[in-house]
């Protein structure tokens, strides 16, 4: 297993490197040149060459991606253009208040689905099952920002139940502030994932094991729970731990809206001000957390089908 | 011969939208003690709806057993509540598949698999039941089952895993037992084993036995009573040796034709006999003919064959047929 992880991971550093290349080609060649950006119109040819030489603009492209490289493997990205914090502080400290939103939303989503798709996987083809299903593809096609302003509006401001946005990094009045979005979060992804699962369980309720369980005189519940749920697994592992790793990027409009100081935040606001530097550090550090998720995903597999295992037995 | 298992009129029908199959149609057998009935007949014939019926397995919906009884020790299992039901499954009346391959859990050992159905049933220490596991391993003749219990179903070939599913169906020693293709799946020398194994269980427990193929080689070989499907209906039916030598019902010819055979002529050469075939294919059960449902396949089909369906009629002791032609 470790050499399966070492390889695998030797592995991603190819990957790592295109997505190096692709990123730097898109924001240095494709892009155009932040330096207008940042000195506004009225900039005169002498302050634009100063500051394309203070950024290292000006020296040919190799030398520059050579730096971008040197970058990526010290994770140290510099100042950001708009704020002047240290973009790897920036990073670090917004990790922590987008986990406090996205991974107990993430994992109530989950909770909730799983238990609804077990439902209705076993009430299949009647009324609880259809209202269910409409309910979900209902909850899908209502837009996120929908969702918010309908939250703040009457839940926070009429009703009061929740400060309208806020963050505060004490416990338990964190949780006071990020009950709202948690909420809105569970109800954006829940009719997904309710049918992402239900389709999941069902295909296995067809399997044959599922009769020869019945016939050995399980009952239904015992089915399901146990011999059902467990081959699901596979499908329900893929899905969480692809996408656990991902969770440390936050969710861009929620924090933005509720003015919740994580990546996803910040990663707009870096979007709104070209902040270049920042933007090219959340893209590289997404595609680490990416490649994360897959291997994390293969290793996964084996906790839960037998039949896959690292040492080929 | 005492009855262990009557099947009276049984009806099963599937609701498509086109309307209603009649997959089971008034369909009757039983099966006594230490007996083997083999159920023959072509793909769709019936045969496996009529015993998932008996188990009360069919998927609902869109299958429904629409009437007849299923009387195992006088108590018509139809009426039974589901927990009565789960009861008498893998506890009184057990059951094995045709496919071996898939029948098991993958994800569970061979020997969480057996335990489960013996905790269920009976009332032991988890010590017990994992002995019992193994003893049963050991029963179906597969070597050193201390350790092959604890291995995954896809660590086995398809024998193994048919033994798997034979040890965990006779695991709470059942009265009856339905085998639903047990050979279909697998190589010939292996289906020599297994129908060997379930001979030799059969005669050590004095099990019923129910065996669904449509392998008339098999049929030969195992059963003492023979009753052949067609279109849901039961169309032939008698002892097996009076059914191999004396069959009248003309899709039974059919299917004892359809054999290959392979003879040698007088000079010691092996001389090919060109296979027999029944023209045409099984009838749509939604668009079934008027009169016999075999009328249009049948080389003896006679104007009156297409005016009311036959009934079954005696021919014989204990042989009868769903043919009015004496051919």
Redesign the interface.
Not at chain 2, 86 to 91: M, P, Y
Not at chain 2, 102 to 109: A, D, G, H, I, K
């Given at each position: 297993m470790t050499v399966y992880l070492l390889r695998k991971l030797l592995g991603t550093i190819p990957t790592i490197f295109g997505v190096a290349l692709i990123v730097f080609l898109l924001f240095h060649v494709v892009g155009g040149d932040p330096t207008y950006q940042m000195l506004g119109k009225y900039a005169t040819a002498e302050q634009v060459a100063e500051l394309r030489h203070q950024l290292g603009f000006d020296q040919p492209l190799h030398r520059q991606f050579v730096g971008f490289l040197r970058e990526i493997v010290t994770f140290d990205f510099g100042e950001s253009y708009a704020t002047k914090q240290k973009v790897s502080r920036m990073i670090l400290d917004g990790i922590v208040p987008s986990l406090s939103l996205t991974l107990p939303a993430f994992f109530l989503t989950t909770l909730i689905a799983v238990v609804i798709g077990l439902l209705v996987a076993y009430f299949r083809g009647r009324w609880i099952d259809r209202v269910t299903v409409l309910l979900c593809v209902l909850g899908m096609s209502v837009p996120v920002l929908a969702y918010i302003l309908f939250g703040q509006y009457f839940l926070a401001y009429r009703l009061q139940l929740f400060p309208i946005a806020g963050y505060d990094p004490e416990w338990p009045e964190r949780l006071v502030y990020l009950a709202l979005p948690i909420l809105i979060s569970v109800m954006v992804s829940v009719g997904f994932s309710v049918r992402f699962y239900r389709t999941a369980l069902i295909e296995e309720t067809s399997q044959d094991y599922v009769r020869t369980a019945r016939a050995k005189g399980l009952s239904e519940p015992r089915i399901y729970l146990k011999h059902v749920l467990k081959n699901s697994l596979v499908p329900i592992v893929t899905n969480v731990v692809m996408d656990l790793p991902l969770l440390v990027l936050g969710a861009f409009l929620l924090e933005k809206f509720f003015g919740i100081p994580g990546l996803g935040g910040i990663t707009i606001n870096a979007v709104h001000d070209s902040d270049f530097q920042v933007i090219k550090a959340m893209t590289i550090f997404q595609s680490f957390l990416f490649i994360l998720g897959n291997v994390l995903t293969d290793v996964a597999y084996t906790l839960v089908d037998p039949r896959v295992s690292f040492d080929g037995r | 011969m005492e009855k262990i298992l009557e099947v009276k009129h049984l009806r099963t029908s599937f609701f498509a939208e086109e309307g209603e199959i009649k997959a089971v149609d008034d369909v009757s057998f039983s099966v006594g003690k230490g007996q083997t009935l083999g159920i023959v007949g072509e793909s769709g014939c019936g045969k496996s709806v009529a015993n998932l019926s008996i188990?009360r397995?069919i998927p609902t919906?869109p299958g429904r057993i629409m009437g007849g009884e299923v009387l195992y020790k006088g108590r018509d299992l139809l009426k039974l509540d589901m927990?009565e039901m789960?009861?008498?499954?893998?506890?009184e009346i057990?059951?094995i598949?045709q496919?071996p391959m898939?029948?098991?859990?993958?994800?569970?050992?061979i020997g969480n698999q057996i335990c489960?159905?013996i905790a269920?049933?009976q009332d032991l220490p988890r010590k017990e039941v994992r002995n019992k596991a193994i003893e049963m391993l050991k029963l179906v003749g597969i070597s050193s089952p201390e350790k092959r219990v604890d291995d995954?179903p896809?660590q086995l070939s398809g024998g193994m895993r048919q033994r798997v599913?034979i040890a965990?169906?006779l695991s709470c020693s059942p009265q009856v037992l339905i085998a639903d293709e047990p050979t279909t799946a697998l190589d010939v020398t292996i289906q020599a084993q297994i129908l060997d194994l379930l001979m030799e269980l059969q005669a050590k427990v004095g099990l019923g036995l129910i065996l669904i193929t449509h392998d008339l080689g098999v049929v030969a070989e195992v059963a003492d009573e023979v009753i052949v499907m067609y279109a849901g209906r039961v169309v032939e039916q008698g002892p097996v040796r009076e059914i191999f030598a004396n069959p009248k019902m003309p899709y039974t010819r059919g299917l004892l034709n359809s054999i290959p055979v392979l003879r040698k002529d007088p000079t010691g050469r092996i001389k090919k006999k060109r296979l027999e075939t029944i023209p045409g294919i099984v009838p749509n059960l939604l668009h079934l003919p008027q009169g016999c449902r075999f009328q249009d396949r049948c080389t003896h089909a006679a104007p009156e064959c297409r005016q009311a369906e036959p009934e079954l009629r005696a021919v014989g002791p204990d042989h009868s047929i769903r043919c009015v032609r004496d051919v």
């Open positions: - | 188990m397995l919906p927990s789960r009861h008498i499954r893998g506890n057990s059951m598949f496919e898939t029948s098991l859990n993958p994800v569970f050992t489960e159905a269920l049933h995954y896809h599913m965990m169906a």
